[in-house]
Structures are given as structure tokens and as C-alpha cells.
């Protein structure tokens, strides 16, 4: 794990070092809309997992 980070830690350092405005941009947008996807899909998946267990808990009384 600590290989890991350590790579990862490198690799981020890389990008902030580079001096290629536009590919640092398009990599701030990517993660941007990764996120906004991600934070999408866990508050829809939430709401189906509430229901899931309001229908075990109604059908158990």
C-alpha cells in the first residue's frame, strides 16, 4: 500500500509540475464529471436501498 501511494504521490506531483496548461484542464474537467457521475449514481442508489428495506420492514409486520 505504501508503494501505492507513493506512485500516486509521484504521478500527482507530475501533473502539477507540467507545463502544459491544457492537458491539466482537461484532467481537472475529467475528474470533475467523474465525481458529479459518482455522487449521482451513490444518491440513486441510496434512495433504492431505503426502499428495498421500507418494503422487508412492511412486510415483515
Known sequence: MPNFLL???VKSQ????VDEGQDLVEYALLICLISLAAITSASTLAGAI???FTNISTSLT
Open 7 to 9: 506512485k500516486l504521490y
Open 14 to 17: 507530475n501533473l502539477l509540475h
Open 50 to 52: 431505503v426502499t428495498v
